[in-house]
């Protein structure tokens, strides 16, 4: 491997990925913590908090004509700066008197730029590697994404809470100084990133190179592409005609329907949960939550938490890569519904050891990365033959979607009957994931290792 500083994958695949993650956590885990902080009730924060799913659910719409529009690499610099624009851009209106408006506004703006920025980095990744390189930098990728997450969830969080011990529970003003700080890194990820990101002698676009996000480990090694089979640049006509194909073939696959159900409603129970459950842990007591400050959100949720996701996720995919996904069906399905019954717990507990809460979330975090590959496998195995990147691009819609509905009403049913029987209804959910389960017809050989 070339490690020259400016020809070195290592310098730009980790900051890379890095990057992707810091806006999806922003605009998706950052954003209830602020608007909790600022006043907002639970039916508003996760209603407009869940909209902000829209630009990765509609991605594969306008995925296409970043194919044909400039370069990949321009791309991902100009969402760079575009994301470090809506940073400084929600810095600023937070301490306003239109703040609401100011900062779903630029939350908005953050949120299509990183999922436009999604759609050239892991294209971007295909045409500046070579296939070994590709291989051997996935993760490295996910790695990094991952720290990404804990950065965002975790420290970011973390540092929130202290710049309020600081300024004496000034809060906005505190969130607005961690904004600015975001703002500076995305700046400085602008300015290396133009300097050291490579210029692929064949930076024409290709008809599918959309790589899912680097959430699925699972997906990478099977859509290695290199840049030697990069094809001539396409016409809208050309882009039109695919997808339509794309489409057509999409709904004339087998078991169709329930395999678009499978997608919506395998994660039901997590996506009521999702957002409510952040809330809860940062809600006060008289209200029914934990109370837990910004640090200790930061520590539980964005550090324990995501080290458990991210275990159960390795496991997950150990387990199915060795028997098989239609083995390993069963056990995930319970893995990804049943440890939500500690929400359950604590909700009747109200516990105040720390330890107790860590144990609590890393059990249903690891839970959910365990059950989550059953899911993001069955996506690869929908996928499989003729446009498989391309239908796999509408699976991840469809992903995104099934985060998005059940979160824009999911805090006004818990305002509605209180937090524990909110948790309560969400395990009834869980229901509706055994059923969808129990319809999925899977190859017995698919995932399995030869």
Known sequence: MNFNIKSSP???????????????????????????????????ITYYTSWLYLPWVIKPLWSPFVDIIRTKRWWIIAMQLLIGAAFGG???????????????????????????????????YMLGLSE???SWFVGIRSTFYRLAMIVGQGVLIMIAGNLQVIFRNDIPYS?????????GLFLALWLWHSYILPRPEDTLPRPEDTLPRPEDTLLRLEDKVSADEAAQPRTVEDIKNELIGVI??????EQVLVGILFMLLYRMPEGLLVKVSTLFLIDNPGSGGLGLSPQELGFVQGTVGVIGLTLGGIIGGMAAGHDGLKRWLWPMVCAITLPDIVYVFMAYALPHSLLLINVCIFI?????????TAYMLYLIYYSQGEYKTSHYALCTAFM?????????????????????????????FCSVTFIISALLKIDPSFGKKE
């Open 400 to 428: 995104a979607l099934s985060m998005m509905i059940p979160g824009l009403f999911a805090g006004a049913l818990q305002e509605m009957v209180g937090y524990r029987m909110f948790f309560i209804i969400v395990m009834a």
């Open 364 to 372: 249903e975090q690891f839970g959910y990365g365990f059950g989550f």
């Open 10 to 44: 290592w310098s730009w695949v980790p900051t890379l990925y890095f990057a992707e993650g810091i806006p999806y956590v922003a605009v998706m885990t950052i954003a209830l913590v602020l608007y909790k902080q600022l006043g907002l009730s639970n039916t508003e």
């Open 175 to 183: 969130w607005s100084l961690l904004f600015y700080g975001c703002c």
């Open 90 to 124: 929600v810095a600023f209106t937070i301490p306003t008197a239109f703040w609401l408006q100011g900062t779903l506004c630029f939350f908005w703006l953050m949120a299509f730029a990183s999922a436009t920025h999604d759609i050239a980095a892991d294209g971007f």
């Open 132 to 134: 070994h390189e590709q």
């Open 248 to 253: 057509k073939t999409f709904f004339q696959k």
